[in-house]
């Protein structure tokens, strides 16, 4: 069984910097995606970023180009995504998948497993 817990959320300035963590456990293949996805109440989830566990190369989102990292840790089970530069558009419920047999996808009707999510509220 694939669990996933989501860690580093909260409340953040604008302008600031916050690190998220996806902590995986379960996992029993060495190809797969993990990804951050985030949603808005009353709108659909949206991709942010993945990393791939076979390289560690990641994909990133046009909103987040430029002032967010992703990694994945050897044992592919610890996955991190630093943002920074943050504003009021970031705020949202962010959730941790892995979407089996992919290297990289930000599509949601691919991730298999989720975590259950944790917010991130940016305000002053």
């Known amino acids: 069984q694939v669990q996933l817990v989501e860690s580093g959320g909260g409340l953040v300035q604008p302008g600031g910097s916050l690190r998220l963590s996806c902590k995986a456990s379960?996992?029993?293949?060495?190809?797969?995606?993990m990804g951050w996805f985030r949603q808005v109440e009353g709108k659909e989830r949206e991709g942010v970023a993945c990393?791939?566990?076979?390289?560690?190369?990641?994909e990133y989102a046009d909103f987040v180009k430029g002032r967010a990292f992703i990694s994945i840790d050897e044992s592919g089970n610890l996955m991190e995504m630093d943002m920074n530069n943050l504003n009021s558009r970031d705020t949202a419920v962010y959730y941790c998948?892995?979407?089996?047999?992919?290297?990289?996808?930000?599509?949601?009707?691919?991730?298999?497993?989720w975590g259950q999510g944790i917010q991130v509220t940016v305000s002053s």
């Open positions: 990393v791939s566990s076979e390289d560690g190369s990641g």
């Open positions: 379960g996992i029993t293949s060495d190809y797969y995606a």
């Open positions: 998948g892995i979407a089996m047999g992919f290297s990289h996808t930000l599509e949601e009707n691919e991730y298999d497993y």
